[in-house]
């Protein structure tokens, strides 16, 4: 992997400038590529031949435009807190490292299993607490707004929330000895999931609701529901903590039969 970008100083305000504006675009650039590509790819294949795996209804042009400008501005500042994170590695803050024979290899699935943990952790009780009254009408509600979700939905929070969102990745990179490639895969995997999570459309096979370990995992019907809820369905990538706190919703199974399952 070239690091070349590593020897160049960011605290030079050109630089920052120069990376920051390269990590923005690229953010927000694989935003629309790949909400664009789902929503063609996957989204319009399966509503022409499935039409019971789409749980979201057609929503307004407007709202999509309004989704597009709030993950714009969430991409920005995505952009400034990654050159923040590049510029505590080359200080020697970050425990990111690069070369494999470092840790053992047992420890790469470790770190990623962890991180994801923490990662669920951290968001399930923000985002309960986003949801308290008063911090949910001035930050959250900008989320909500899409009551019916579409892939543009992804990125779209008020600024706040975006920090928040993001700020942990730091804060485990600051703990947590993580190889490069693994910390790419999770960044990878959040916006996957946050597109699949709104895109309307259920993918998952019914299978996976008795499968042991596939029912963990949260898609489309479920954060749906907490879109159309607003109390229930709280998790990120994983329905644990929604099920150990009791915030799952009921209508869940039905709904994810219904979707899955020709009559
Ligand atoms: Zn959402
Ligand atoms: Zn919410």
């Keep these: 992997m070239d690091l070349s970008f590593l020897e160049r100083d960011y605290t030079i305000p050109g630089e920052f400038l120069y990376l920051f504006v390269v990590f923005s675009v690229i953010i927000f650039m694989r935003y629309v590529i790949m909400s664009g590509l789902y929503q063609k790819l996957i989204y319009n294949k399966l509503a022409r031949m499935i039409p019971r795996r789409i749980i979201s209804p057609k929503y307004p042009d407007s709202q999509q435009k309004r989704e597009i400008i ?7 500042l995505f952009g400034v807190i990654g050159v923040l994170m590049i ?3 080359q200080k020697g803050y970050t425990a990111i490292y690069t070369e494999w024979s470092e840790f053992p290899l047992w420890y790469i699935p470790l770190s990623f299993i962890g991180a994801l943990f923490v990662h669920e952790t951290y968001y399930y009780w923000m985002h309960r607490w986003l949801h308290h009254p008063n911090i949910y009408r001035l930050i959250h509600k900008v989320h909500h707004d899409s009551i019916s979700t579409s892939v543009w939905t992804s990125f779209s ?7 928040l969102q993001a700020i942990i990745i730091p804060v485990i990179v600051l703990i947590v000895p993580m190889h490069l490639s693994v910390l790419i895969v999770l960044l990878m995997i959040m916006t996957i999931s946050a597109i699949v999570n ?5 993918v998952y096979p019914a299978s996976w609701r008795k499968n042991p370990i596939m029912q963990w995992f949260i898609g489309s019907t479920h954060h749906d529901l907490h879109h159309r809820r607003f109390t229930k369905n709280y998790g990120l990538y994983f329905t644990f903590w929604d099920v150990w706190m009791k915030t799952e919703s009921g209508e869940f199974d039905d709904r994810f039969k219904k979707a899955t399952t020709s009559q």
């Design 70 to 76: 709030w993950s714009g501005i969430s991409s920005i």
């Design 87 to 89: 510029m505590a590695w």
């Design 157 to 163: 929070f008020h600024p706040i929330e975006s920090i």
């Design 198 to 202: 709104h895109a309307g459309v259920e």
